[in-house]
């Protein structure tokens, strides 16, 4: 993040998501809540926000990630970058790839 090799895309659904994940595995990852405000908040200082003012919804296999659907096509993105890429199947339609970290990191060159 924040090297210009690529952009991260937020929204307001999506920050509040990440937040909720972290405070989840706070313990697990050995972060105080100070450290997950932090984060969260260097995210959306190196982050695009968006508005989101339309919706695709219901479109996926699970609702729960239909609003990360809305911010890629709102946004522009080209990728999808996650761990569940069976959970984001039919996102070709909207001009989108899915890959793993793993993967989009190698694409770019990062992942060696």
Not at 57 to 63: E, F, I, K
Not at 70 to 95: K, M, P, S, W
Not at 107 to 112: F, N, P, T
Request: charge should be negative.
């Amino acid at each position: 993040m924040g090297t210009g090799r690529f952009e991260i895309h937020i929204s307001v659904a999506l920050v509040l998501e990440y937040e909720e994940v972290l405070m989840r595995y706070q313990v697990e990852l050995g972060l105080s809540r100070d450290d997950v405000a932090d984060l969260v908040d260097a995210i959306c200082s190196l982050a695009r926000a968006h508005e989101v003012h339309f919706q695709w919804r219901p479109y996926l296999h699970d609702p729960d990630d239909d609003f990360l659907l809305d911010l890629a096509v709102a946004a522009g993105c080209g990728y999808i970058i996650t761990f569940n890429q069976r959970h984001f199947a039919g996102v070709e339609r909207f001009g989108i790839i899915v890959m793993t970290p793993g993967e989009f990191l190698k694409s770019i060159g990062a992942g060696q």
